[in-house]
Nanobody, 122 residues
Framework: VHLVESGGGLVPAGGSLRLSCVGSGFTIDTYTMAWFRQPPGKEREFVASLFWTGGSRWYSDSVKGRFSISRDEAKNSLFLQMDSVKPEDTAVYYC????????????????WGQGTQVTVSS
């Protein structure tokens, strides 16, 4: 299993950004996929997840209503649409996957990408 994120960058507060995560070595419709982030000097935290069936999505309270998680099975890819971004959204964003399970906890995800930096300017 290999995950590669892209799409990070510098964005002004109130702007939008779309992160992508391309997977290989597995099929995304059998994996629960998630986005986590690690702000500077802080622990890695849950952002959003998409259940492997594609039927359920969960979001942290801090991003609910602003971020949207989705996938494209044909491209074996996961996305995170980030709207109305805030300076506190500044972090390294990681894509993670687990086989047919569900968790909000970092320790339960065995597969991770290398991360992509998102910086929101005020």
């Amino acid at each position: 299993v290999h995950l590669v994120e892209s799409g990070g960058g510098l964005v002004p507060a109130g702007g939008s950004l779309r992160l992508s995560c391309v997977g290989s070595g597995f099929t995304i419709d059998t994996y629960t996929m998630a986005w986590f982030r690690q702000p500077p000097g802080k622990e890695r935290e849950f952002v959003a997840s998409l259940f492997w069936t594609g039927g359920s999505r969960w979001y942290s309270d801090s991003v609910k209503g602003r971020f949207s998680i989705s996938r494209d099975e044909a491209k074996n890819s996961l996305f995170l649409q980030m709207d109305s971004v805030k300076p506190e959204d500044t972090a390294v964003y990681y894509c993670a996957g687990m086989f047919k399970g569900y968790s909000r906890f970092r320790k339960d995800y065995p597969y991770w990408g290398q991360g992509t930096q998102v910086t929101v300017s005020s």
